[in-house]
């Protein structure tokens, strides 16, 4: 063990340090009214075309002009069907999502949601 080996082990505290970071995920949405327009927007993803872009066309909720990004939150935070699809991790439950793969449409008071987390931690 070198010197600086022995400041580093002195001056750490592990006992004492920072918790670990909490249960969160990052995901984007495209929220719309119909299932007629689920179909519109699966076939146009299906097709290839960027999640961004499509939110931005036919999504309802403000997160549209930002691609469908939601940012970053914890469970809780979302009604409780999108936070199933999100979180969700107990054997006797749907699977939470996939990390990049679109899942939907999801039903909540909103409407339908198509739905792709980009990151969980904590999990």
């Known amino acids: 063990m070198g ?3 022995a400041f ?3 001056f750490s505290n592990e006992k004492y340090a920072s918790p670990p970071e909490g ?3 990052t995901a984007r949405h495209i ?6 327009e689920v179909d519109v ?7 290839g075309v960027d999640f961004g ?3 931005r066309r036919y999504s309802q909720c403000p997160s549209s002009s930002q691609g469908g990004s939601l940012g970053s939150f914890g469970p809780g935070t979302m009604v409780a069907e999108f936070d199933k699809v999100i979180f969700s991790s107990s054997p006797d439950a749907t699977p939470a999502a996939p990390i990049g793969q679109v ?3 999801v039903q909540t008071q909103f409407g339908y949601h198509i739905i792709v987390v ?3 931690t904590g999990v």
């Open 53 to 55: 872009t499509v939110a």
């Open 41 to 47: 927007v699966m076939n146009e993803l299906k097709e």
């Open 8 to 10: 580093n082990k002195a």
């Open 3 to 5: 010197i600086f080996d």
């Open 118 to 120: 980009d990151k969980r």
């Open 103 to 105: 899942v939907g449409p």
């Open 31 to 36: 929220l719309v009214k119909s299932l007629e």
């Open 23 to 25: 249960i969160k995920a």
